[in-house]
């Protein structure tokens, strides 16, 4: 029997696990990370001469409904262009046999591991559920967001990545008895862990406890908008992701929102509280009308 | 053979198999993967003598018992469930049982193959456990080598050879001023053959466990994901 240096075990190690790119225009750069499906690794795009990010079909779970999970995936991500959610550039099999797609290589940080203040989060989150909404809109639930799958790039953008377990509607509604068992405990709708068919409302509920998660004390009316997110009903929820966001810009401008019911007093604070510079010019001019009438009656 | 996992009945499986014949030749796959590491693991603590008649008598043990029908998928992997099994016999068995044992059932082992290799340098530092798992790789390698080999035409073998398994290392362009072919045949060559390499890889661990979860762990145990 041949024997094998440590060297070259090391080596014969990296033969079977390594993508095989010959026949592509990349070249492999590096390991960026594993999901629970593919292996995500930077690469250099010799044609365009830029780097790119490419998800392949990881060894060890390789077989035919993995390949064909991983295809749905790509042919999911390319179906929803928008600014929030990273581009898909090509897709294809790789000489070794496995599936791959390339995509932007976004740098930045994670969402979890940003540091920032309330409203720059929110404004972070808002885009978060204007993509997810276009998802809503093209009938596909993601079903496994949570903040280390959204990427915050240093030009400013913000992007849904891992759409790996994403489904759409139909799937859910073709076969009432189709389990989605990935997704990530604390970010997963009852409906989903219990293995139930998923709408929008299951990526509603990730949204409310990514705010939850991601706000220190959050104020009473924030508050509300997550308690109505992650209502364990989920007909008790937001819609989609756009009604969801459409309440965080209420927030945002001091309107009232969707999932608080507010008693007068309340309203009439937030109205003051909205419109204090024209509450401020009336006052003055009230006081200044009752020192005219004091000092026309003396 | 396929890039997939096949549902095909693993050498594991057919260790608990009814038909002496079928286990007897489950044994045999078992031992070709196995019996390197183990023998490497107990020159750990004894003279070559020792390990030899210890390792002999496991595997005579192991078929005359049919001790590896107990696996227990649910509770550990194959290969630590036969380095635990391993281990017992070490301590349990008494040296003049195993000397009436040895060639009782287990064919002969090249044992001097496996003392040259314990020769050269090699990785002994970590624990035993370590140890075992490294010469368990090591092992799974040279298996899917020799199968590579034998499925393969000789000068695409050579190509590999002398890319991927000797130290001193060519580049493409070396490789084919060496065997008088282009650059590019070179990487189209060289990338079949790791192809067909990373197959008998999986074929190898495929008939080494005895459930796909199992598997899938035992790939990235092997390729130093979870290492």
């Known amino acids: 029997m041949t024997w094998l240096s440590d060297a070259a075990v090391g080596r014969l190690r990296d033969a079977a696990e ?168 604390g970010f997963m709708a009852p409906e989903q862990e219990r293995g139930e068919p998923v709408d929008a409302r299951a990526d509603v509920y990730a949204l409310g406890a990514m705010l939850r998660a991601l706000l220190v004390a959050p104020p009473k009316l924030l508050r509300a908008i997550i308690d109505k997110a992650t209502a364990a009903d989920r007909d008790a929820r937001y819609a989609n992701a756009g009604e969801l966001a459409a309440d965080l810009v209420r927030y945002l401008d001091g309107a009232p929102l969707a999932a608080y019911r507010e008693n007068a007093f309340e309203r009439a604070g937030r109205w003051l509280a909205r419109n204090r510079a024209l509450v401020a010019v009336v006052v003055a001019y009230l006081i200044m009308r009752v020192i005219v009438l004091i000092a026309v009656h003396r | 053979m396929s890039l997939f996992p096949t549902t095909r ?26 019996w390197r590491p183990l023998y490497k693991y107990a020159r750990i603590a004894h003279r070559r003598d020792d390990a030899e008649d210890r390792t002999q008598s496991f595997l005579a043990y192991v078929l005359e018992k049919n001790a590896l029908a107990s696996y227990d998928t649910a509770k550990a992997s194959f290969r630590t469930f036969l380095r635990l099994l391993f281990d017992r016999h070490l301590a349990n ?53 020799e199968r590579l080999r034998a499925g393969a035409r000789d000068d695409d073998f050579a190509l590999f050879q002398a890319y991927d398994l000797d130290d001193a290392r060519l580049s493409y362009r070396e490789l084919g001023a060496r065997f008088g072919m282009s650059e590019t045949t070179v990487t189209n060559r060289l990338a079949a053959m790791r192809r067909h390499f990373r197959e008998h890889v999986l074929d190898v661990l495929r008939d080494a466990t005895a459930s796909e979860r199992e598997f899938r762990a035992e790939v990235r145990a092997l390729l130093g994901v979870d290492a």
């Open chain 1, 18 to 185: 390594l993508p095989d790119f010959s026949g592509t225009r990349y070249d492999l750069v590096r390991e960026l990370g594993r999901g629970g499906m593919g292996v995500v690794y930077e690469a250099h795009d010799r044609e365009l001469d830029r780097r790119v990010a490419i998800k392949v079909l990881a060894t060890e779970t390789a077989s035919p409904a993995a390949a064909e999970r991983m295809r749905a995936e790509a042919r999911v991500v390319a179906r929803l262009e928008h600014p929030g959610i990273v581009p898909l550039h090509d897709a294809g099999t790789l000489a070794d046999g496995r599936i791959y797609y390339a995509m932007k290589l976004v740098r930045g940080q994670r969402l979890d591991e940003l540091a920032c203040g309330t409203t720059e989060l929110l404004r972070i989150l808002l885009r978060v559920c204007e993509a997810v909404a276009l998802a809503h809109a093209r009938g596909v639930v993601h079903c496994d967001l949570k903040p280390q799958n959204v990427m915050t790039g240093t030009f400013g953008e913000v992007l849904v990545m891992d759409w790996g377990v994403a489904r759409t509607v139909d799937e859910s509604r073709v076969d009432a008895n189709t389990r989605v068992l990935a997704g990530t405990r």
């Open chain 2, 9 to 34: 009945r693993s050498v594991v499986e057919a260790l608990g198999s009814t038909d002496a014949f079928e286990r007897a030749r489950a044994l045999d796959a078992v031992v070709s993967i196995y």
């Open chain 2, 93 to 145: 068995e008494m040296k003049a049982e195993r000397r009436l044992k040895r060639g009782g059932g287990a064919a002969d082992l090249p044992f001097d193959e496996a003392e040259a290799e314990l020769a050269r340098e090699h990785d002994r530092g970590g624990s035993p456990e370590e140890y075992f798992q490294r010469e368990w790789a090591r092992s799974v390698f040279s298996v899917a080598v």
